[in-house]
């Protein structure tokens, strides 16, 4: 059973920064990563996603102030979160993105809130 364990959340003021991480219990070679959250009453959204080769995506909403990266030998994928807006304020997960993993699998969330 592969787990995924996110940290690194918590409570910034606007334009500060978060660095999150996503801790995978199995490899992550050849596996294309993601970054999705859910703000309070609104559906989950993709934030980034990151492919084996560090080819990487952006929602338009986080481009230039997020960056996505990985450490294939360390099974870790991290959301470096930049000049963040109150509108960032959700719960922030990782999963295996389909087709490179054939079984989708999510962590539990870390919290983030950006409130002065």
């Known amino acids: 059973q592969v787990q995924l364990v996110e940290s690194g959340g918590g409570l910034v003021q606007p334009g500060g920064s978060l660095r999150l991480s996503c801790k995978v219990s199995g490899t992550i070679f050849g596996i294309t990563m993601g970054w999705y959250r859910q703000a309070p009453g609104k559906q989950r959204e993709l934030v980034a996603t990151?492919?084996?080769?560090?080819?990487?995506n952006y929602a338009d909403s986080v481009k230039g102030r997020f960056t996505i990266s990985r450490d294939n030998a360390k099974g870790t994928v991290w959301l470096q979160m930049n000049s963040l807006k109150p509108e960032d304020t959700a719960v922030y997960y990782c999963?295996?993105?389909?087709?490179?993993?054939?079984?989708?699998?999510w962590g539990q969330g870390t919290q983030v809130t950006v409130s002065s």
């Open positions: 990151i492919a084996s080769g560090s080819r990487t």
């Open positions: 999963r295996t993105e389909p087709p490179s993993s054939s079984v989708i699998y």
